[in-house]
């Protein structure tokens, strides 16, 4: 194999740029440190990309008197391309960045880890069809001087590296974009069974490891592009049975799978800084998937395998039992009973994100914090619609760090709240998941908001259900008033009468 020489000053910057993505890590860990995280990302990153652009300037042979009369010079033609691209690129993330909306953010990381995917697809395709501007190539060494530098096969470790690296970036894009399509309501939540889909997943699995292993001793087309094609089907099979309510593991999972094909590109490109960020992102997101699927009472290995959905008439609930006799209430009605209380637990989900009534419910904190009440927020692993969901939109409304609890800190506390106010939040305060072994989400822990004496719960309407499409028990308990409008216009409201 070529030993590619690595200049002591480009190793150098991106060692920095390592120990920046390290810090930015560490940061994004607590509330508190998130920004200064982000800046040390947007910093290494930044070292990354320079280092990388500066050091790899395009060639091309020259024969003038200002460069000796031959070799190669700096080809700017190329140059200004590459600057191009990254321009255009730049242009089309800050539009979307300053566009997109917090509700769509879910499906919005979806898409950039099908891009991720994709990238990772292109750039091995790139290094199979011309291996010598990647310097992967064997040169055969003969006595003719004719072929001395004549181009051999690719060498066998690369091409483990490629057939690795096109696999998981095939299966991250296709799969991020089953994913985007359920987030994005383009395709229904629902798990989506196959016929022995175990049985055709791990088949296909198995020919696609059997075909890589095979590709360091036949690097033929058909061996590159059938691995390339069951990668991209395998993708698509293993995200389509898994239902709504398991969706914020599935992006966790995707961003694990990011970033181990963007590691796998870097051995291919010979860039430290590509399998630096990759082994972080792929072991930092496979760490949250599985803290995630801890909390949800999954097993990790049913993630990875992608069969831990279940159909949808599993849950014997299906669709909301209307029929049931239940309470209505007003905003009047919600202001009193919470000023009249000693301690109100808000849980936000999903709806909360769409009505985009964090800052109203924020507000109403504050006024129920002047009436003398402990406000406290308690949020659930997988509330929303992917990890920190509705961390980031409390943050965003500037909610204290301190009122807000997950859900093992706060689920002992509800049965001594006077009221829990729940504000869009279904699949996560359903007792279901406790008692009904029949429902998808059995097993998964829950916020026991039904202990409470008294139970607000905001909802639209009572003829939807949650993204797991079962019904929730706690609309129905005799502890409950339904608050049925908006959440934001019924958050509004209640402002207005707690003044």
């Not at 140059?79 to 509700?103: D, F, K, N, Q, S």
């Not at 593991?249 to 799978?257: A, D, E, K, Q």
């Amino acid at each position: 194999m070529e030993h590619v020489a690595v200049d002591p000053w480009v190793a150098l910057a991106y060692l920095v740029a390592g120990v920046c993505f390290i810090l930015a890590l560490r940061g994004l860990s607590s509330p508190t440190t998130s920004q200064r995280g982000n800046r040390y990302g947007m910093i290494g990153m930044g070292i990354a990309v320079v280092t990388t652009l500066v050091t790899n300037i395009p060639a091309k042979p020259i024969d003038t008197l200002e460069y000796g009369g031959h070799g190669l010079g700096p080809d700017w033609v190329a140059a200004l391309e590459i600057l191009a691209a990254i321009g255009l690129g730049a242009a089309i993330g800050i539009v979307t960045a300053r566009r997109i909306a917090m509700t769509a953010m879910p499906q919005l990381v979806a898409a950039f880890h099908s891009l991720v995917g994709l990238a990772a697809v292109l750039v091995a395709c790139a290094a199979y069809l011309n291996p010598v501007a990647f310097g992967i190539a064997q040169l055969l060494n003969t006595c003719d001087p004719a072929a001395c530098m004549a181009v051999g096969p690719i060498n066998p470790v690369s091409r483990v590296e490629m057939g690795l690296g096109v696999a998981i970036g095939a299966i991250t894009f296709s799969g991020s974009v089953i994913a985007f399509l359920k987030l994005n309501g383009n395709m229904s939540g629902a798990p989506i069974m196959l016929p022995a889909r175990h049985v055709i997943n791990l088949g296909v699995l198995a020919a696609i490891l059997g075909l890589v292993a095979y590709f360091t001793l036949d690097q033929s087309p058909w061996v590159f592009w059938t691995i390339t094609l069951l990668s991209f089907v395998i993708g698509f099979l293993l995200i389509i049975p898994i239902g709504g309510a398991d969706m914020p593991v599935v992006v966790s999972m995707l961003n694990s799978y990011s970033g181990w094909a963007a590691a796998a590109m870097g051995f291919t490109l010979h860039n430290s800084a590509m399998i630096i960020t990759g082994a972080l992102v792929g072991s930092s997101g496979a760490i949250l998937s599985y803290i995630m699927c801890r909390a949800m009472n999954r097993s990790f290995i049913s993630v990875i395998a992608g069969g831990f959905g279940s159909a949808p008439e599993a849950g014997g609930s299906g669709a909301a039992k209307v029929d049931r006799p239940w309470k209505r209430g007003s905003a009047e009605d919600a202001a009193f009973l919470m000023t009249q209380a000693e301690q109100v637990i808000i849980v936000p989900g999903y709806g909360m994100a769409v009505a985009q009534a964090q800052h109203v419910l924020r507000e109403m904190g504050d006024k129920l914090k002047e009436h003398g009440v402990r406000v406290k927020y308690a949020i659930h692993p997988v509330a929303g619609r992917m990890p920190g969901h509705m961390n980031v939109l409390l943050a965003e409304a500037n909610v204290p760090y301190d009122e807000v609890f997950e859900l093992e800190d706060i689920n002992s506390e509800f049965a001594q709240t006077d009221v829990a106010f729940v504000i869009g939040a279904n699949d996560v305060t359903n007792p279901a998941a406790k008692t009904d072994k029949s429902s998808p989400i059995y097993g998964m822990p829950v916020l026991d908001v039904e202990k409470a004496k008294t139970v607000l719960f905001v909802k639209r309407s009572m003829g939807g259900v949650g993204y797991a499409g079962v019904d929730n028990d706690v609309f129905y308990m005799d502890n409950t008033m339904m608050l049925l409008a908006d959440a934001k216009k019924m958050v509004e409201d209640i402002v207005k009468s707690i003044d």
